[in-house]
Structures are given as structure tokens and as C-alpha cells.
């Protein structure tokens, strides 16, 4: 059971390129996030997935695109990078969102510079 | 989701308890109260949860008071790799999972 992983672990970008960070998790869970961590800060939601197929925005999701094409995947695109998209993304599932199951499972990040 | 208050920061001597408050005076009857602890450079990761009895597990205890405004993560014995930022958060069923944040913590500094 290797949980939630990312790929890749670290990346380093032009301004203006573009990429897809892949998160996946092997719990069967619902619910998957993409987060975002700037230096000292804590988490932000850029978007999130309620089940396959579905994707909503979160609280920063201007110049990010997601999709979840299979349940256990969920992807986080740059279209353009830009340096101020240069943070940690962290990737988390959960089985639900709230109540007595919502632990929520992160991958290990994904360390992002764009130059 | 209620509010939650914690300090902003706290210290901690090796081998004894860390005591970690956290606030939630406007918490609901069907709100659960969960913590999280990130290490550095690492994703958060799951502690415990609770609704209003004291829970314990391999990692801590969590004591929630029984007005349920407030409640504390104990880490029984404390050492240098619980040194940490610990998120204290409140959820009930069927909240909206766009509303999943995490605020800013409490850095734990745990000092041989």
C-alpha cells in the first residue's frame, strides 16, 4: 500500500513552460486536493475532486488546471508558469470530507522553481 | 467549519509532555476535532481525531474538554523529531471539501 504518491519530486522551470504533475493514491478514496505551501506559509487549496470525473475550484486556482480522468489519479497542470507559482505542491486524498473519516493522506511534494 | 485559535509557537523539553492547545469556541454539536502535524519539507500528516470523548493512539492523546471549546494534543514524550507545526482543525460530515484548510499551526520546537 504505498498511499498517496507524486511525481515529480522536484522540478525546475522557465517562465512560460508548461507541465502536469501527477498525484496517486491506492485507498479508493473520493476526495483528492492539490495544495500549494510558499515558503513559511501554510497550505493553500488550488483545487480539489469530489470523485472521478469532477473537479472544483479551490481557494488559488488561477493558472492551474486539474483533471481526474481515473479515481486513484488526480493531475495538476501548468499552462504558463510563472516565478510566483514557485512553491511546494502537496497532493492529499481523503475518504470523505468531513465527520468521523476525514483524515486526509498527503504525498511527499512536489518542489517547484520557476526561474 | 468553526475557527480554531492556537499559539503561534511553543518549546518543549526532550522526554517530557507536549501539551499543544487549541481553541474552538464556536465548534458544533457534529463538528470532529482532528490534528495534523507537518515536519519539515514533509506533507502533513494525521495525528488523531476526536468528537467529545478523550481519544489516545500510538502518536498522542487528545483530551477535548467537555464544553468541547477546547481541546489538547498531548505528546506523551516528546522528542527531537516531534519538533513539527501542528494544525489543529474542526470538521463536520458532509462539509464542503473546498473548504479544507489547514491555518497556520503551532511550530513545536522540541530542545534536548
Known amino acids: 500500500n504505498a498511499g498517496v504518491t507524486q511525481t515529480p519530486k522536484f522540478r525546475v522551470l522557465k517562465t512560460g513552460q508548461s507541465m502536469t504533475l501527477l498525484c496517486a493514491q491506492d485507498?479508493?478514496?473520493?476526495?483528492m486536493y492539490w495544495y500549494r505551501q510558499d515558503p513559511g506559509m501554510g497550505l493553500r487549496l488550488i483545487h480539489y475532486?469530489?470523485?472521478?470525473?469532477?473537479?472544483a475550484k479551490g481557494e488559488v486556482p488561477d493558472g492551474y488546471n486539474v483533471s481526474r480522468l481515473k479515481k486513484q489519479n488526480f493531475l495538476l497542470g501548468l499552462e504558463s508558469a510563472a516565478p510566483s507559482q514557485t512553491s511546494v505542491y502537496f497532493c492529499?486524498?481523503?475518504?470523505?470530507?468531513?465527520?468521523?473519516?476525514?483524515?486526509?493522506?498527503f504525498g511527499p511534494g512536489t518542489r517547484l522553481t520557476v526561474t | 467549519d468553526a475557527k480554531t485559535t492556537q499559539p503561534t509557537s511553543m518549546d518543549c523539553a526532550e522526554g517530557r509532555a507536549a501539551n499543544l492547545p487549541c481553541n474552538h469556541s464556536?465548534?458544533?454539536?457534529?463538528?470532529?476535532v482532528y490534528w495534523y502535524r507537518q515536519i519539515h519539507s514533509q506533507g502533513p500528516q494525521y495525528i488523531i481525531h476526536?468528537?467529545?470523548n478523550n481519544e489516545t493512539n500510538e502518536m498522542a492523546s487528545l483530551i477535548i474538554t467537555e464544553d468541547r471549546k477546547s481541546s489538547t494534543l498531548i505528546l506523551p514524550h516528546a522528542t527531537l523529531r516531534d519538533t513539527a507545526v501542528y494544525y489543529c482543525?474542526?470538521?463536520?460530515?458532509?462539509?464542503?471539501?473546498?473548504?479544507?484548510?489547514f491555518g497556520d499551526g503551532t511550530t513545536l520546537t522540541v530542545k534536548p
Open positions: 492529499a486524498s481523503s475518504y470523505d470530507t468531513g465527520g468521523a473519516s476525514y483524515e486526509q493522506y
Open positions: 485507498m479508493n478514496h473520493e476526495y
Open positions: 475532486s469530489v470523485g472521478e470525473g469532477t473537479t
Open positions: 464556536t465548534i458544533s454539536g457534529n463538528e470532529y
Open positions: 476526536g468528537l467529545k
Open positions: 482543525i474542526v470538521r463536520a460530515l458532509n462539509t464542503n471539501a473546498g473548504k479544507s484548510t
